[in-house]
């Protein structure tokens, strides 16, 4: 079946390093791919996202790329500050079998920025 | 404007209990979906809505779940005879519309989380 592969599973940087977290899909329909930080006790919050139309997406210290072809897209956090540390997960849009709009999520990243 | 809301935040029930779960989605959000996150895990798709119906409910994983909504808004997860295996955090989101063949943003609610003694 369809699935989602993220590394690394941790990661650690100091602060004012980038972090860089890649995730690989396997459904070559996929169209969309959304990021989510999840903070400790709280639940998964959208920080940014990419159309299969657009190679490149940027909002301030994050961005996104992606490479249709061999089926990668890659977040990049610039100037890491403590409060980015948290969980990152990828996801990957399908069509599923019942015409359903489905994520398929990636087993997350844990991110620990240390000052 | 107001996001995904939960409640209870938190549930402790005993085993053999039965639990309701209740996801009140953004407002105008047709798209309902209910996920289970295990500890230090990643996220396990349950169910999912569009408007009232239910025509993906693969992910359940026994028929102790259940789910419905109604008026096309608010919707329950029923958990019968709660099992320990069943202590997760369960996750609601919610999407607009889907234009055809695009994938959409999901957008999640704080969680129940639930335990099982």
């Known amino acids: 079946g369809e699935n989602v592969e993220q590394h690394p599973s941790t990661l650690s940087v100091q602060e004012g390093d980038s972090a860089v977290i890649k995730c690989t899909y396997s459904?070559?329909?996929?169209?969309?791919f959304p990021w989510y930080k999840q903070e400790l006790g709280k639940g998964p919050q959208l920080i940014i996202d990419?159309?299969?139309?657009?190679g490149e997406k940027k909002d301030q210290r994050i961005a996104v790329t992606l490479n249709k072809t061999a089926k990668h897209f890659s977040l990049h956090i610039t100037e890491t500050q403590p409060e980015d540390s948290a969980v990152y997960f990828c996801?990957?849009?399908?069509?599923?079998?019942?015409?359903?709009?489905?994520?398929?999520f990636g087993t997350g990243t844990r991110l620990q920025v240390f000052p | 404007g107001a996001g995904v809301s939960q409640s209870p935040s938190n549930k402790v029930t005993e085993k053999g209990k039965d639990v309701e779960l209740r996801c009140d989605p953004i407002?105008?959000?047709?798209?309902l979906y209910w996920y289970r996150q295990s500890l230090g895990q990643g996220l396990e798709f349950l169910i999912y809505?569009?408007?009232?119906?239910?025509?993906?409910k693969s992910g359940l994983p026994s028929d102790r779940f259940s789910a419905e909504r109604t008026g096309g808004s608010v919707s329950t997860l029923t958990i019968q005879r709660t099992q320990q295996e069943d202590s997760a955090v369960y996750l609601c989101?919610?999407?607009?519309?889907?234009?055809?063949?695009?994938?959409?943003?999901?957008?999640f609610g704080p969680g129940t989380r639930l335990l099982v003694l």
């Open positions: 996801a990957a849009s399908i069509r599923g079998a019942y015409n359903t709009d489905k994520l398929i």
């Open positions: 989101a919610s999407s607009p519309k889907t234009p055809d063949g695009a994938g959409v943003a999901q957008y």
């Open positions: 407002s105008g959000h047709t798209a």
């Open positions: 459904d070559s329909a996929s169209n969309y």
């Open positions: 990419i159309r299969s139309n657009v």
């Open positions: 809505f569009q408007g009232n119906s239910a025509p993906d």
